[in-house]
Every structure is written in structure tokens, then in C-alpha cells.
């Protein structure tokens, strides 16, 4: 288990700490992060003999991660963005059908495909300076890592539609008050809430949560249909000359003037 992009670490109590290393980046995701993201939870775990459960979050103090690397998609043809995308539900997938918990301590900017990622973890410790949101429509293209799917799962259809439509930012208490975050505390305790949570688990029958998990996910199973929709549309979208302005207004900090094409 050798990665680039992602620190892995475990402490005494068996707890790992996954960290998205982009800091300058505000730890975006590009391909090898995501493929680094889901060789962990398909994979590399493996390698760790006890594991009680496993805090994402992102390094540095800005950003939890700041959604998935604009910079790498820019280019992706249709079937190219499309399948990012459905490499991304692969990963993300893997988070969420984990067979130990997995909480997202979010420490800053969780946005985008770092939105998308917050939400695949089965739950969310949020800093009182974390901010929330899917600003894909502001680039021209949908959430494309599931965030069609699950934000409307936690958070239900009104307030889902209003975030994704609009691409608002929210900041932490909002979060919570929504059900996006289970918890918030002060800034730079996330991953000690969140590990706090994880050793209420310690004393639990292992297969039973492995078991909780998988069964309370097949609530939201009935159909794949939404994800595999997302991918292809999402893969339309990047194809766009709208996306292209929209990322490229982001790249030469300007606001996009968008043409509907
Ligand atoms: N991708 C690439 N680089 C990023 C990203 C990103 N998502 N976010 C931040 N960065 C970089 C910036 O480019 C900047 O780098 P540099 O110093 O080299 O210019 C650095 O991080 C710091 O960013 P800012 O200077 O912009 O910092 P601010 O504090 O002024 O602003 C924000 C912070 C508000 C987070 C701002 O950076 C921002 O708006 N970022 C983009 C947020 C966003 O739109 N996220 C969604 C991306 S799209 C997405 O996630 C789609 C998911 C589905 C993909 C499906 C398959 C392809």
C-alpha cells in the first residue's frame, strides 16, 4: 500500500486516518487521488490487520477537499468525463458499502466531488469553519460522484434541489441543522469527534456492524439507475463549450458568461 495523494495512518486504537495530501490544491481530487481513494477501500485495507474504523479528512486548514481537480477534467471528451465519473461511484461506492464505519471529519471546504466525498462516509464531523456545497451548475456541468444521488438522500428534495440548483455555499450550523453533518465542533477538532464516535463502536459486535451497514445501505439501493443517468449527462455536460467557459472563468478568476451551448 504505497500512495502519492492520500496519507494513511493508525493510531493505538486501531482507528486509520485517510488524508487527502493536495494542500496547495485545496486537496482537489484528480484521477490518481480518486483511484488512490478507492484502491484504500477496495484494497489496501487489507494490509492493516485490525482496523475499528477509518477518519477522512484533508490536510492543511483551508480545505476538507475543495471538489474534484477542474484542472484534470478540462480536457475529458464525453465518454472520458463519463467515465471519471463512474470511477468516482466506484471509489466513493466503496466508502459507503465499507465494512467498518467511516467518518467524514471535515475541516474547511467540502465542495463539489469534497462534498461528494463527505457524503459517501457514513457520517459527517464538521469544524465550525467548514463550509458545504455543489457548485458544479456554476461550472456548466451536475455533481458527478454520486451528489446527485446522496444529497438528496440526507438532506431530502426541497433543501437538495435549492443547494444544487443555486450551488450555494453553507457553512457548518447549517449543515447540521439540515442533517449534512452530524456534529459540529470547534475548528481543528474534527478528527477527535470523530474518533470519539468511532470508539463508541469499540465494544460492539464487529459482523454486526459490518452487517448494520450493508442492510441500512440497501435502503437507498433500489436502483442504480440515478448514478449510471449522472454519469452519462455528466459526461454530455463536460463535452460542453458551456463547461469550457465555466472552468475556464474558474482557471483566469472571472465570472463565466455561459451561452447555453
Ligand atoms: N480544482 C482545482 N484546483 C482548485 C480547486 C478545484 N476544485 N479548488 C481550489 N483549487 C486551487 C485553486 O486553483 C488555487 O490554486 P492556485 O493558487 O494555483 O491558483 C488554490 O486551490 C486555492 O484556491 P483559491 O485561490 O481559489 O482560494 P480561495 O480561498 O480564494 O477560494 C474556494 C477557495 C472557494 C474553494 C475556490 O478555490 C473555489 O471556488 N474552488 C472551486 C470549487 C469548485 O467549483 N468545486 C467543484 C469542482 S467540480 C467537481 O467537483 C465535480 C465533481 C464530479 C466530477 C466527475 C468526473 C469528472
Known sequence: MSYKNILIEIDEDNIVTLTVNRPKAYNAINRETMNEIGDFFLNGYKEIKVILGVVVTGAGDKAFVAGADIK???????????????????????????????????????????????????????????????????????????GTQRLIQLIGKGKAFELTLTGDMIGAEEAHKLGLANHVVKQGEEVT?????????????????????STMNTYFNKSQ?????????????????????????????????????
Open 72 to 146: 484534470a477534467f478540462l480536457d475529458l471528451d464525453n465518454e472520458g468525463a463519463a467515465t471519471l465519473s463512474r470511477e468516482g461511484h466506484i471509489a466513493y461506492n466503496a466508502i459507503e458499502n465499507f465494512h467498518k464505519p467511516v467518518i467524514a471529519a471535515v475541516n474547511g471546504f467540502s465542495l463539489g466531488g469534497g462534498c461528494e466525498l463527505a457524503m459517501a462516509c457514513h457520517m459527517r464531523v464538521a469544524g465550525a469553519k467548514a463550509k458545504f456545497g455543489l457548485p458544479e451548475v456554476s461550472l456548466g456541468i451536475i455533481p458527478g460522484y454520486g
Open 225 to 261: 439507475n440515478g448514478f449510471e443517468l449522472e454519469s452519462v449527462e455528466f459526461g454530455n455536460l463536460a463535452a460542453t463549450a458551456d463547461f469550457k467557459e465555466g472552468a475556464g472563468a474558474f482557471i483566469e478568476k472571472r465570472k463565466a458568461n455561459f451561452k447555453g451551448k
Open 193 to 213: 469527534k470523530a474518533k470519539s464516535i468511532l470508539m463508541k463502536t469499540a465494544d460492539k459486535g464487529p459482523i454486526a456492524i459490518a452487517k448494520a451497514i
